[in-house]
């Protein structure tokens, strides 16, 4: 995969004409679900409401501050200027969805499953990765400085032009995931999992001093 060919994500398909909800709607339905709709200026902080199923619908707006939504799936699912921050979304099955300029501070995504997913203008600083599977997923201009991939499978996973700075992929391996137009003062990886990784001229020059080498030239 050289430069300027891109990895063909499959994005949302959502209808384009999609009726107002509010999202406490979804406390009215039998299965916790909210699907074809459009949800703006939703507050829903502080909430207990897991295995929540949402699908082929677009927020805009809303505010998930410290709510547990464990066990969540999302599909074809566009999410903007959203706040999650702190919001519990381990166990959950997130596919096709975009978060564009949302805020996912300390989000715990632990043990889930994403596949063809875009995080774009966000900030997931502390978020936590561990153990789950990403499959087509790209992060882009975002920043993900301190936050968790420990144990993780990436399968086609990008970081294009993010702040990393001590994100952790410790026993992550990182074949074929491309870091080089990302920025890093240090990461928190083993020698191993680096093999395959794609890196900018300047950041094996920063590897290797994190590997305790001493270049001369």
Known sequence: MGRGNYMKIETPKIPTELPSKNFHDILYEEDLELEMCQIQHSIFNDEVLNKVRLSK??????????????GIEMTDVVF????????????????????????????????????????MDSLLNLAAFGSSKLEKVQFQDSSIESSDFYDCIFKKVEFKACMMDGANFERTSLNGVDISTSTFQSLVVSPSDLRGCKVSTYQAIQFSALLGLEIID
């Open 57 to 70: 619908m677009v927020l805009k707006n809303c505010k998930f501050i410290n709510t547990d939504f464990s």
């Open 80 to 119: 903007e200027n959203c706040d999650f921050s702190n919001a519990k979304m381990n166990i959950s099955s997130i596919h096709k969805c975009i978060f564009r300029n949302c805020k996912l501070l300390g989000v715990d995504f632990t043990d889930s499953r994403f596949g063809n997913v875009q995080f």
